[in-house]
């Protein structure tokens, strides 16, 4: 099991940038596929961004963020980051690191290790 915390939400005006970061603790980090998921009030928890690592690197983004988030990671210091651009007054969400033990990007349902949640608010 990994455990998971998150880091870098805040309040930022529509425009603009935030960076999150997502400490894990535990082994094997770099054999776990990750993933930046978002959940917005009375809307259902969706996957953002997903990064593996086993079999080469796969990323993943869900099209409403193409071009404008970024996830990458640093298996040395066991982190996974989300770097938002260009951010949306749509994107304001409680943001959660996850973690798969899966070799290849799946459903949300694969990643059953998740962090607390950072909020972000995105102000037009």
């Known amino acids: 099991q990994v455990q998971l915390v998150e880091s870098g939400g805040g309040l930022v005006q529509a425009g603009g940038s935030l960076r999150l970061s997502c400490a894990a603790s535990?082994?094997?980090?770099?054999?776990?596929?990750m993933g930046w998921m978002r959940q917005a009030p009375g809307k259902e928890r969706e996957l953002v961004a997903a990064?593996?690592?086993?079999?080469?690197?796969?990323?993943h983004y869900v099209d409403s963020v193409k071009g404008r988030f970024t996830i990458s990671r640093d298996n040395a210091k066991n982190t996974v980051y989300l770097q938002m651009i260009s951010l949306k007054p749509e994107d304001t969400a409680v943001y959660y690191c996850?973690?798969?033990?899966?070799?290849?990007?799946?459903?949300?349902?694969?990643?059953?290790?998740w962090g607390q949640g950072t909020q972000v608010t995105v102000s037009s």
């Open positions: 535990g082994r094997s980090f770099s054999s776990y596929t």
């Open positions: 990064i593996s690592w086993r079999n080469g690197v796969r990323l």
């Open positions: 996850a973690a798969a033990r899966t070799a290849t990007i799946g459903p949300l349902a694969d990643f059953g290790s």
